[in-house]
């Protein structure tokens, strides 16, 4: 699924590039109302739109796009008046989130959105990519430079935890009971010893970052 992100601040639109890529959607970015308006003949699955935007306003944008699509549009802004909320739902929004914003919850938002635009069946493409490393969910897949990854069953879990929720610090017993499903049986020490076997094959990427007293995360890019 296609996503057109605009958003003048660029830490922000970054974060939303980034953790959205993760999880599987591409992402096309514009930083000014101006360059949006040339990006809108361009097909997208689905919008995030800012309202404070040099040159043309958000409001703007919205209602220009509402004259020619019917493409999904969430409001992503600092403003969080009711008002200003059921004045761009009802010119054609589909959704609003203020910020500062938890970006878990704009990942399920935009997937709520789009499964009610598009259908049930509708769902985030299952690839994760961190650097060059790349998790095909379908295939279960791993390639680090386009080069086929042997990990076993575990390594696998253990890495499909990490890209598909990067932000979050898994402890050693989050780890234990996410991989309880796949059969898995061992302790603290047996996962330590999983995460330096899986460190070890995704080399030389350092990918896996150590918290100390608190567990373990995918390295933040920076």
């Known amino acids: 699924m296609r996503i057109l992100i605009i958003e003048d601040e660029r830490d ?4 939303l590039v980034e953790i959205l890529e993760q999880v599987g959607f591409e992402t096309v970015t514009a930083y000014d109302g101006a360059h949006a308006l040339t990006q809108l003949s361009t097909t997208y699955d689905l919008v995030l739109l ?13 209602a220009q796009l509402r004259q020619q699509s019917t493409i999904p549009v969430i409001i992503i802004s600092a403003k969080n008046a009711t008002t ?3 004045e761009l739902l009802r010119l054609g929004a589909d959704d609003y989130i203020t910020k500062p914003f938890d970006i878990e919850e704009v990942v399920a938002r935009i997937e709520s959105t789009l499964r009610r635009a598009y259908g049930p069946a509708v769902t985030r493409q299952k690839r994760y990519t961190y650097q060059t490393i790349s998790l095909d969910e379908a295939q279960q897949l791993v390639t680090l430079a386009n080069r086929t990854l042997a990990l076993t069953a ?4 253990l890495l499909h935890l990490f890209m598909s929720q990067p932000q979050k610090i898994f402890t050693k017993e989050n780890l234990i009971r996410s991989l309880h499903d796949d059969g898995y049986t061992g302790d603290e020490g047996t996962i330590k010893t999983h995460i330096s076997n899986l460190r070890h094959k995704l080399q030389p990427i350092d990918a896996i970052e150590t918290i100390r007293y608190l567990g373990y995360r995918l390295r933040p890019l920076s």
């Open 12 to 15: 922000v639109s970054n974060v």
């Open 50 to 62: 800012d309202l404070t935007l040099p040159f043309v306003d958000g409001e703007t944008i919205l």
């Open 84 to 86: 200003t909320k059921v």
């Open 154 to 157: 575990t390594e696998y879990a």
